[in-house]
Structure formats: C-alpha cells, structure tokens
C-alpha cells in the first residue's frame, strides 16, 4: 500500500474505483458526483443555461436583422394566414408591436427623446381570438412568449402566485436566457377577473382585484424585477434572477361581460336632444367598438393601471360569415385537423356545405364563439372516429346533414337525462 488517498473523504486507493490527481492532491468519482450535486443545487441552471445563451449570443443579430424587415403590413398578413376578420386589432396590434420592436433597436441618441412603451388591452367576448392573436403575433417575430392567467394572482403575502411569477414563465419559455426574456411577449389573459370589486370601502382587502392592479403597476411600465428562476414563492436564502422589464411588451386580454353597459350609459350621456344624428348612426348590435379607457374604468380596472396601457382596441363579434371561414380557410382551420385525422386512416373525410352551416347555426345558438365550432364538431364526429378506424373497408365518410343533426339531437338527450 502507497498510502495514496482521497483528498476529500481520506478513502485509500483500494477503496474506490478511481483517483483524479491535482496539483495539491487526489479525489475520487463519489467525490466529484457530491461536487456536481452541490454544482446543480446552487447553480439550477447548469449547463443547459450555458447552452441556451451561447446559442442566443450566435443568432441574435441575424432575428434582429429579420425582425427590422417585418413592417406593420408585413405583420399583419401573416395573422391573415391564422386569424379570420378583427382587421382593425390586428392592425392596432401590428403597429404597437412594430414600435415597440423598433423602440429596443434604436441606438442612443443624444436628442433626449425617449420613446415609451406600448403595451396593449384588447377587449373581446369569448372566442374572438384574442389569444389566438398574441400566440401568432409571437410566432412570427420568433421571440420568447407566454401566457399567464390572471385569475391566479392575488396580492404579495396571501394564497396564490405572485404577479413575479409570469416573468418565471417566460424565462423558462427561453430556456432562462435573461437577455432574451427581457425582450418577449408577456399575454396576461383575464386581466377583467382583477377588476376592482367594488367602489364601497370593505373590511376585507380586495388582495385578488385591485392589489393584483397595484402590484402590476411597476411591471407593466419597467423596473428590475427579482423572480424566482423556478417559481413558487420567496424565502430569504433563494437564488433570484433579476429582470429588467422595461422592454418587455405586456398584452392583456378580457372579455369584460357587462362593460356594454356602461358604454350605452356613456354614450346616452353624451347624446342631447331626442332627435340626434349620432343616436341613429350607433351600431347597438357591437357596443365594444364603442369601448374607452373610462368604460374600463367604470368596470373596475385603477386608472394607474390604464395608464400603462395605452393602446387599446376592441374584437368584433363573429358573425356567422365569419365563423364559416373560421371553419375552413385557416391553415390549421378544424375541418383541415378533422380532415388530416382522417386521412392517417386512408379515409377521405367530406363535409358538404348545408352542414357546415348548420355547425355554424348550432355554435351561434349556444354563444361560445370560435371555441363552439369545436365542441359541435366533437358531439358530431366523436361515433365516426371512435368506429371507422376498425372498417378497414371504408375509403370515404360523408356528413350528412341528417347524420350530423342526429348526432347532435342524442348528444342533447344524453346531456338532459344525466341532469
């Protein structure tokens, strides 16, 4: 025996598989695995954060070279190719992010003029395609997105997550590149359930409406923010990543049911005499186009918050036009996906246009939006997927309008007798 051992835990040579040698001395594989888990612990990033910003770092310049060439026009074509109608949001929606993406671009100037931040509210029902909207707006600037609910939320201190964690959520959407989180698309859905509840003083504190809006206030228009790389709540002795979210574009969406109302109370107002123009010339079908920041505030939302988004633009209700190309001109349209199921089979799907209509009629009945198209297509087509991939024999399934009413007739039945 050599007297050889590990400088760590003092194992002898013949106690171990291997000894790595230093210049002070030895260490062995249990060693150096104990090394690595203390490495991860502290470290939770690793070497797959290292991978993430090295790859970052090489292509950075060149999506900053194509995101210059991606003009509003440019922009909202592509949402064509996803989104049926809303072309005014999605104009709105193009030239906010296109400003926004030019405004991190610029480099200094010594003319003192700083441009701020547009970060964007859009009001819709549900099934306007809101978030559909963000998530393709996303996609074609190929940047770091996410999409958090606001429901969630609650003030600093109570039961819930903090209003930090969606900036967790877009950091591991980007493998926790910090540089690239700072310059992504944060899409708060529900932001209208953070409304303030009421505007008579309470004993309870409203820690899930209005300080939910107070602790957005900061985030929205930019600070450094200390976040949690693997969510969850703080504690003292936790590592946090600090993000700077001054050129970070926050988008916020909501249906806000009942906002029409202050938007007829609002517009009455301001009508005089009873044999104005303007009264003739209001649509009293689609009042949302209507909507103000003061009909938002009427509704609940601080006008602190209001103020940090300035861009606001509102989604039309689908039409039954509308919902029949939602139906089938999309490039992920869901008689496509029905059709693609399908032919994984070897068989030829056919929906004749007297039932794509009815599909459209069923899904206004119910009032659910774009979302119903799919929920009619399920009640419908569920019996013919669940027997037609044991018919070999089978080349061709035509929906019949007889078989597509049929279908839905017993889905109604079995829905009324389980009540």
């Known amino acids: 025996m050599d007297g050889t051992r590990c400088s760590f835990c003092h194992k002898p040579k013949e106690e171990v598989l291997i000894l790595i040698s230093g210049i002070e001395g030895y260490i062995c594989e249990s060693c150096v695995a104990k090394a690595q888990e203390i490495i991860q612990e502290e470290f ?33 074509t592509h949402l064509d190719q996803y989104v049926i109608g809303q072309d005014a949001t999605k104009k709105t929606l193009a030239v906010a992010v296109y400003n926004h993406y030019k405004r991190i671009q610029q480099q200094a100037e010594d003319d003192g003029i700083e441009i701020e931040k547009s970060n964007v509210i859009m009001v819709g029902r549900t099934g306007t395609g ?6 393709t707006i996303a ?58 509840k009421s505007d008579n003083a309470s004993i309870t504190r409203d820690v899930s409406g209005e300080g939910v809006q107070q602790a957005l206030l900061k985030m929205l228009e930019g600070t450094d923010v200390l976040v949690p790389p693997e969510g969850g ?51 009293r079908d689609n009042l949302l186009q209507y909507v103000s920041p003061q009909d938002l505030k009427s509704f609940g939302l601080i006008p602190e918050l209001l103020g940090r988004l300035p861009v606001l633009t509102y989604l039309n209700p689908l039409d039954k036009n509308t919902l029949l190309r939602i139906l089938t001109e999309p490039k992920n349209a869901l008689i496509k996906q029905y059709k693609k199921l399908f032919s994984l089979e070897d068989i ?16 206004l009945e ?44 017993n889905v109604k039945l079995s829905t009324v007798n389980a009540a």
């Not at 809101?130 to 998530?135: P, Q, R, S």
């Open 130 to 135: 809101k978030t559909l909207l963000a998530k």
């Open 44 to 76: 939770p990033f690793g070497e797959a954060f290292q991978q993430a910003s090295t790859m970052l770092q090489k292509n950075e310049s060149g999506e900053f070279q194509e995101l210059q060439m991606k003009t509003p026009r440019e922009i909202k």
């Open 139 to 196: 996609k074609v600037l190929n940047v770091p997105f996410t999409i958090v609910d606001a429901t969630v939320f609650t003030e600093a201190g109570y039961v819930g997550e903090d209003v930090e964690s969606m900036l967790t959520r877009l950091l591991q959407a980007c493998d926790y590149d910090v540089d690239a989180a700072e310059r992504g698309i944060v899409y708060v859905d529900e932001i209208d359930k953070v409304a303030r």
């Open 366 to 409: 119910y009032n659910l939006g774009a979302r119903g198209l799919r929920s009619i297509c399920e009640a419908i087509m569920t019996d013919a997927m669940f027997d037609l991939p044991s018919q070999p024999e089978v080349k061709e399934f035509v929906v019949t309008l007889d078989y597509a009413k049929e279908r839905l007739d």
């Open 348 to 363: 030829e799907l056919v929906f004749p246009e007297d039932v794509l209509e009815y599909i459209v009629d069923m899904t």
């Open 233 to 283: 709540r703080k504690h003292p002795e936790q590592r946090l990543v600090k993000i700077n979210t001054k050129n970070i574009l926050f988008v916020c969406g909501g249906a806000f049911d009942g906002v029409e109302k202050a938007i007829a109370r609002r517009i009455n107002t301001n009508v005089i005499g009873y044999t104005s123009d303007s009264q003739d010339k209001i649509d």
